[in-house]
């Protein structure tokens, strides 16, 4: 059973345009959610959070929406840059209503291509 | 700073053997967390580990186990292999301090090959 999910496991965008990922959970005890870039040969690397008391977090480019009535979240990265070109992660964790643990719950990941 | 460190980089073992993988976490990191990678997957959740102790269990069998040196390196150690088991393995280091979440740093991976 797939608690979070990434459906779409390719995404091609135009260099300067809005890539849109997105990340939907089933668990209602996640509290804590996260998107991770991942390039190959490397780990994945932190990009942005959010925590489930807000519905936006912003970082630059990069901003994080959260809809927890709907349980799904998304990843806009504006403007596009070649360099954005990767896998991007969805994961979540209950850290807080979990019992401390800050395991994490990775989505299948999505392949950004950014065209130039 | 140095990052996360594992050992060793690329693995072949055949089904039954026994391997042990190795992480060092960044410095002043007392928490370690183990993920399993399957090929078109995302990282699968295996163990953490705070202060030696074990916080944290994924859904994985007792042929996994792992420890958490007085340092605060840790080992994986992954018995009886199955062809499954294939995978890059992912360590991931982070403060740990409890009651808050803690941004969890990935090494590069130990890509395990069984035949």
């Known amino acids: 059973d797939q608690q979070v999910k990434q459906n779409s496991p390719s995404l091609s965008v135009q260099e300067g345009r809005i890539s849109i990922l997105n990340c939907d959970y089933t668990?209602?005890?996640?509290?804590?959610f996260l998107w991770y870039k991942k390039y190959p040969a490397e780990g994945p690397t932190f990009l942005i959070s959010i925590s489930s008391i807000k519905d936006k977090n912003e970082d630059g480019r990069f901003t994080v929406f959260l809809n927890k009535s709907a349980k799904h979240l998304s990843l806009h990265i504006v403007p596009s840059q070649p360099g954005d070109s990767a896998v991007y992660f969805c994961a979540a964790s209950a850290i807080f209503s979990g019992g401390g643990a800050d395991g994490l719950t990775f989505g299948k990941g999505t392949h950004l291509i950014i065209q130039p | 700073d140095a990052g996360v460190t594992q050992s060793p980089t690329h693995l072949i073992k055949t089904r039954g053997q026994h391997v042990t993988l190795r992480c060092s976490p960044i410095s002043g990191h007392k928490s370690v967390s183990w993920y399993q990678q399957v090929l078109g997957q995302g990282p699968q959740f295996i163990f953490q580990y705070y202060e030696k102790e074990e916080r944290g269990r994924g859904n994985f069998p007792d042929r996994f186990s792992a420890r958490q040196f007085p340092n605060y390196s840790s080992e994986l150690n992954v018995n009886a292999l199955l062809l499954g088991d294939s995978a890059l393995y992912l360590c991931?280091?982070?403060?740990?301090?409890?009651?808050?979440?803690?941004?969890?740093?990935f090494g590069p991976g130990t890509r395990l090959t069984v035949l």
């Open positions: 668990n209602s005890m996640f509290d804590y």
């Open positions: 991931a280091s982070s403060r740990g301090t409890p009651g808050t979440y803690n941004e969890q740093f």
